[in-house]
């Protein structure tokens, strides 16, 4: 798993930039202080804002948010899922439903929903 500073490293280098660059943006006097953020675990809320302000990317790429959410689409099963509920007003309704339910009760409204499947198929 990537730590915040391998996270800094990485969108430093892709931006083709060097330490050095990256230390007078941040106002820091010596690369040495860019190379230590490279390799911090944590950082203070307000540093990973400096860091982003001056690498020009939002603080959730730097925080490994974007790739957390963008995860579950890389499965191909779970990218239709995802698509046919974007998509399907009713399937939403049933999602946003299903949250206040009892167990059972989701257990008897998908039995029902098999039910019909089966009725259908006939």
Do not use: C, F
Not at 56 to 84: C, F, H, I
């Amino acid at each position: 798993m990537k730590t915040i500073g391998d996270r800094i490293r990485e969108e430093r280098e892709n931006q083709g930039m060097t330490q050095d660059e990256l230390a007078k943006r941040l106002n820091y006097a010596h690369r040495s202080a860019v190379n230590k953020l490279e390799h911090k675990t944590k950082l203070t809320t307000d540093k990973v804002q400096l860091v982003a302000d001056a690498l020009g990317v939002p603080v959730s790429r730097l925080m490994g948010w974007e790739d957390e959410e963008n995860e579950y689409y890389k499965n191909a099963e779970t990218s239709d899922l995802a698509q046919r509920i974007k998509n399907n007003d009713q399937l939403k309704a049933l999602l946003a439903i299903q949250s206040d339910m009892e167990p059972e009760d989701l257990d008897a409204i998908y039995k029902m929903a098999i039910a019909l499947k089966r009725k259908a198929k006939q």
